[in-house]
């Protein structure tokens, strides 16, 4: 299935995030079962980095995206269907715990390097340095 942005992320090298046209149905695809759950500090107007967004639209937060672990497409949040969404509720508050102890380990410890399970990506396209919680 054809891609996008090809990211170095939780799902391992080849995982991408979705085309606009496959997202949907790459969602409806995903089994909660085993679906990879991570956040990203992104944009939240356009969090897979379709656009280039005004200084104005910038606004960064936590973006949730999932992964079926034979696809490799990350979907976000947003485009799952409901009754996913609220399956994977566990996994992202898992992560949710997570990411939140990791930023104040790292702030407590005055350090870039954070203990393992995160990951720090390089910029893309029209996103921030981001940190990446996986669970």
């Given at each position: 299935?054809?891609?996008?942005?090809?990211?170095?992320d939780?799902?391992g090298?080849?995982q991408a995030?979705?085309?606009?046209?496959?997202?949907?149905?790459?969602?409806a695809?995903?089994d909660?079962a085993?679906a990879?759950?991570?956040?990203?500090?992104?944009?939240?107007?356009?969090?897979?980095?379709?656009f280039e967004?005004s200084?104005?639209?910038?606004?960064?937060?936590?973006?949730?995206?999932?992964?079926?672990p034979?696809?490799?497409?990350?979907?976000?949040?947003?485009?799952?269907?409901?009754?996913t969404r609220d399956?994977?509720?566990?996994?992202q508050?898992?992560?949710?715990?997570?990411g939140?102890a990791?930023?104040?380990?790292?702030?407590?410890?005055?350090s870039?390097?954070?203990?393992?399970?995160?990951?720090?990506?390089?910029?893309?396209?029209?996103?921030?340095?981001?940190?990446?919680?996986?669970?």
């Amino acid at each position: 299935m054809p891609t996008d942005k090809s990211v170095n992320d939780p799902g391992g090298d080849n995982q991408a995030y979705a085309k606009s046209v496959e997202r949907k149905a790459a969602g409806a695809r995903t089994d909660p079962a085993t679906a990879t759950v991570w956040f990203e500090y992104g944009q939240v107007l356009d969090p897979y980095g379709d656009f280039e967004l005004s200084p104005e639209e910038h606004c960064v937060g936590r973006e949730w995206f999932a992964a079926d672990p034979e696809e490799r497409i990350a979907v976000h949040f947003h485009d799952l269907p409901t009754a996913t969404r609220d399956a994977l509720e566990g996994k992202q508050k898992a992560a949710d715990r997570e990411g939140w102890a990791l930023l104040l380990s790292c702030w407590r410890d005055h350090s870039n390097e954070c203990r393992e399970g995160a990951t720090m990506l390089g910029p893309r396209t029209a996103r921030p340095q981001s940190l990446t919680i996986t669970m």
